[in-house]
């Protein structure tokens, strides 16, 4: 059984940062990509950002500059700073994770944190 779990989200002004949390737990064999993404009411689930177990990085244009996702791949952890936040930023956030475990490679997604950016 694998599970993610997010932590970090809330409430913050326009202007203010965030660090959101992800731990990947259970029976776990490797991480390959893990990710973030967003989906705000009335919307699609949108990517955010993801990142490779050797660190390399992809961004939506909309987060370009602002926000920086990492990876901690002794704890299974990916993290999602964001700063600069803008009231267009709020949605749940929910962080995904590709993995393998002793018997499947498949996707895995938290239960989502909310994340609301008052202007």
């Known amino acids: 059984q694998v599970q993610l779990v997010e932590s970090g989200g809330g409430l913050v002004q326009a202007g203010g940062s965030l660090r959101l949390s992800c731990a990947a737990s259970?029976?776990?064999?490797?991480?390959?990509?893990m990710g973030w993404y967003r989906q705000a009411p009335g919307k699609q689930r949108e990517l955010v950002a993801t990142?490779?177990?050797?660190?390399?990085?992809n961004y939506a244009d909309s987060v370009k500059g602002r926000f920086t996702i990492s990876r901690d791949n002794a704890k299974n952890t990916q993290y999602l700073q964001m700063n600069s936040l803008k009231p267009e930023d709020t949605a749940v956030y929910y962080c995904?994770?590709?993995?393998?475990?002793?018997?499947?490679?498949?996707?895995?997604w938290g239960q989502g944190t909310q994340v609301t950016v008052s202007s």
């Open positions: 990142i490779t177990s050797g660190g390399s990085t």
């Open positions: 259970g029976n776990i064999v490797r991480i390959h990509v």
């Open positions: 995904n994770a590709d993995l393998t475990t002793h018997v499947v490679l498949r996707s895995y």
